[in-house]
């Protein structure tokens, strides 16, 4: 059995590709590359095709994460028949989702951060027109994030 899994923001700059990025690297430490597919878009389309904000590149870089060969693209409705999980990284690109999401939909559609446990934090917040340590910032969130969702998707394996 395989699980997929789908990471949703805005623009597919700076958080989801994180948390594609960061997922995967602990999906391949745990030797379940083969069985968990991950990916992820935005739901706008202001940067479709073009790489991850160079600030989340190098923030992820100092962290041992390359994002180099990712490329952003959009939500669509074949998401849903494609993923399993489809993890928002805020509340409004949940609502963008819920609205999406077709009724036939069996998989989990939620925030990312619902699955981290010692984060108290609900959303991943936007980095892009904050500071350089929100990047930081996302990253950190993010690993909790990745970490508690890896135990949860191992459930169903």
């Given at each position: 059995?395989?699980?997929?899994?789908?990471?949703?923001?805005?623009?597919?700059?700076?958080?989801?590709?994180?948390?594609?990025?960061?997922?995967?690297?602990?999906?391949?430490?745990?030797?379940?590359?083969?069985?968990?597919?991950?990916?992820s878009?935005?739901?706008?389309?202001?940067?479709?095709?073009?790489?991850?904000?160079?600030r989340?590149?190098?923030?992820?870089?100092?962290?041992?994460?390359?994002?180099?060969?990712?490329?952003?693209?959009q939500?669509?409705?074949?998401?849903?028949?494609?993923?399993?999980?489809?993890?928002?990284?805020?509340?409004?690109?949940?609502?963008?989702?819920?609205?999406?999401?077709p009724?036939?939909?069996?998989?989990?559609?939620?925030?990312?951060?619902?699955?981290?446990?010692?984060?108290g934090?609900?959303?991943?917040?936007?980095?892009?027109?904050?500071?350089?340590?929100?990047?930081?910032?996302?990253?950190?969130?993010?690993?909790?994030?990745?970490?508690?969702?890896?135990?949860?998707?191992?459930?169903?394996?």
């Amino acid at each position: 059995m395989s699980v997929s899994v789908l990471f949703v923001c805005l623009g597919n700059i700076c958080r989801s590709p994180t948390a594609e990025v960061v997922f995967r690297t602990r999906v391949k430490a745990a030797g379940l590359e083969d069985r968990i597919h991950i990916d992820s878009v935005g739901t706008g389309d202001w940067h479709i095709g073009k790489a991850p904000d160079p600030r989340t590149q190098e923030a992820a870089l100092r962290r041992g994460y390359s994002m180099a060969a990712l490329r952003a693209r959009q939500v669509s409705p074949a998401d849903f028949a494609n993923f399993d999980w489809v993890l928002a990284m805020d509340n409004a690109n949940l609502a963008d989702l819920e609205v999406m999401r077709p009724a036939s939909y069996q998989g989990t559609l939620a925030r990312f951060l619902d699955f981290a446990d010692h984060t108290g934090v609900q959303e991943v917040p936007d980095p892009y027109y904050g500071g350089e340590d929100g990047f930081d910032t996302v990253l950190d969130l993010i690993e909790e994030g990745a970490d508690g969702l890896l135990r949860r998707v191992r459930e169903q394996l």
